[in-house]
């Protein structure tokens, strides 16, 4: 008689989880070491399985090679299928959905949050491009302020605490926006463009030509336009830390750190900012990581400002 496959183990689910984030992202992954290893091994779990969601939708490995694919609605409708049946307890044999199933029973991950971020690969499935400044921001929430909510629900935030996860949907907002920044030309290469229609016309770029030549000066105005947004929203997920543990916080700020560079140099480059990826090299991050430790011990003393009510809000439920 035949026997079934043995399941993979937690064990096993945490290691693949921890491989992910390592091939998918140096930046979250150098800044995930810093949690205590509960909080490190839930945020593992968590990436994996928006890497896997992200990497199904847009047929990549682990973020690199993305394509524009025929069936990308079908594909979402399957990733939206097995994240309910994950969330709902059910072993799916596939370790990113097993790790969503894991974290989301430990934390009481809502589901609401986990559709909000497929949602976003909705947006994308369909071909949508942000019109205003609120679209574009509204984008950024589901693709990644949910994902910063789910992230505080992981260092142990309330969800009841709704202006703590404002500060960390903010987080979310200014990582997308970096990468928004940095990713312009590979985007376009794949037929996507995420600045918004009204800034395009501002500057008098036409649909799809953002990328040519004769506009390329008016395209750094609205990079560089996208890093102040970014660090307006880096600088109210700071605030956030407040309400974090020590090594929360240092994981937080070490990311928030290395992130921001993303959109710094962006929009120091100029015009050669897309003839290169940006990254942020491995020193630069040991001095993050170094800082943002005495940030993290000094966090109290950040003055507990208004969120400043010009941001954009996220959802309410």
Known sequence: MSQKPALPSCDAIVAAAEESIARGSKSFGAASRLFDRETRERAWLLYAWCRRCDDIVDGQDHGHGMRRVADAEARVAEVRRLTDRALGGEVIGDPAFDALRIVAAEVGLPRGLAHDLIDGFQLDAEEWRPRSEADLYRYCYHVAGAVGCMMALVMGVSPDDEATLDRACDLGLAFQLANIARDIEEDDRAGR??????????????????MKPPFRDRLVVLARRLATRAELHEASARVGTKALSRRSAWAV????GIYGDIARKVATRGPAAWDHRVTTSKWEKLA???????????RMAIPDTPRPPELWTRPRR
Request: some cysteine; overall charge negative.
């Open 288 to 298: 993050w990581i170094a800082r943002s430790w005495v940030a993290a011990r000094g």
């Open 193 to 210: 463009c995420y600045l918004p229609d009204e800034w395009l016309a501002e500057m008098d770029i036409p649909p799809g030509q953002h």
């Open 253 to 256: 700020l070490a990311a928030a």
